[in-house]
């Protein structure tokens, strides 16, 4: 056989294809390769989703954002559960992506209120100050093309219920847009997050972090409290607008923010940790 390049050949290409038949084509059938999601089956798209979906794909979101989190220690710090292979069982295709020009946004459901969606997405500086996120404003007013909506569900397998089919009227491409991100990753329990017990202010009095923590309140957080703490105006974000510092001292802001609030504010204990959290808590109490 070795002597003889064609047949060697044959052989050759005969053993990789079972080869990758084996290894590939097989466990598209076999359960155990999706093995079911603890909280139970994942939800289907509802038509307003999966129109966000698609304007999502058309907006080339895709270029910038990943969504899928890696089983690697400091994903699943920065992001959340890593991901599932039942969590995209909807998806087709599936939006994986491979660059991250922005953060993945495989677990943004739930992260932001939905105020923040829209703001952001209109003007994403107003918002994060120095994002390099382009601007969508057009997709505030632009009524919702729901013309093959439900052509769409039929091809993916969605269930096609009347009430969500109605519930497209008068929806702009920015309600379906951040419908669709507001689903995202919640189809797996994020952990909640626990700030530690008996915390001690460790800047009492010290002025010289008050620069530092002026800059982590204008990067974090003036985006829903507002520059001046007292929420502008355009924040719109139900419940932002004051931070009220004259209830309760650093060790309760450092908590607060540390733990966030569910649909609210996201926690940011994992991402500032503690000494930013301090310096962020001092200039808020110290205005
Ligand atoms: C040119 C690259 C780029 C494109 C295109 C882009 N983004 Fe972003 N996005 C970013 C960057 C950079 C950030 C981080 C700064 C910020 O939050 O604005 C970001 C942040 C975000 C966040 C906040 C993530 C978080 O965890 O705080 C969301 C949500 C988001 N983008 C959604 C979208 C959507 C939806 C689209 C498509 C309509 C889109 N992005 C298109 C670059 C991009
Ligand atoms: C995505 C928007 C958002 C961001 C970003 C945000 N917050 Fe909040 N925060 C809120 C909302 C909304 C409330 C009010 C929730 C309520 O009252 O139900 C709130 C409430 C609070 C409260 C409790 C209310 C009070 O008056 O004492 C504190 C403290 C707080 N935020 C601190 C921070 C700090 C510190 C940061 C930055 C590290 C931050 N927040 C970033 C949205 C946000």
Known sequence: MYRNPTLFLIVAILAFSVGSVVSTAVPFFLKSTVPPL????????????????????????????TQTVRPLYSEVLRYGPYSRAAEFEYDRPHLWGSRRTGPDLARIGGKYPD??????????????????????????NRPLDAAHTAKKMAV???????????????KTELDALVAYLQV????????????????????????AILSEGESLFMENCAGCHGIEMKGDAGTGITGAQLIDKNNG??????????????????????????????????YITSR
Not at 40 to 64: F, S, V, W
Not at 125 to 135: D, F, K
Request: hydrophobic share 40%; with cysteine.
């Open 115 to 140: 105020g923040w969606h829209t703001r952001h997405l209109v003007d994403p500086q107003a918002i994060v100050p120095g994002s390099t996120m382009p601007p969508f404003p057009w997709l505030a």
């Open 38 to 65: 603890a909280g139970g089956a994942i939800q289907p798209y509802t038509p307003l989703q999966l129109e966000g979906r698609d304007l999502y794909i058309r907006e080339g979101c895709n270029n910038c954002h």
């Open 156 to 170: 993916l397998h969605l269930p096609v219920q009347a009430n969500e089919m109605a519930a497209l009227n008068g």
């Open 184 to 207: 995202l990753g919640t189809a797996i329990a994020q952990p909640a997050v626990t700030a530690p017990a008996n915390l001690t202010n460790p800047y009492t009095g010290n002025a």
């Open 249 to 282: 001292d650093e060790a309760d802001i450092v908590t607060t923010a540390w733990e966030g609030l569910e649909g609210a504010m996201p926690s940011f204990g994992p991402q500032l940790g503690a000494d930013r959290l301090w310096k962020i808590a001092n």
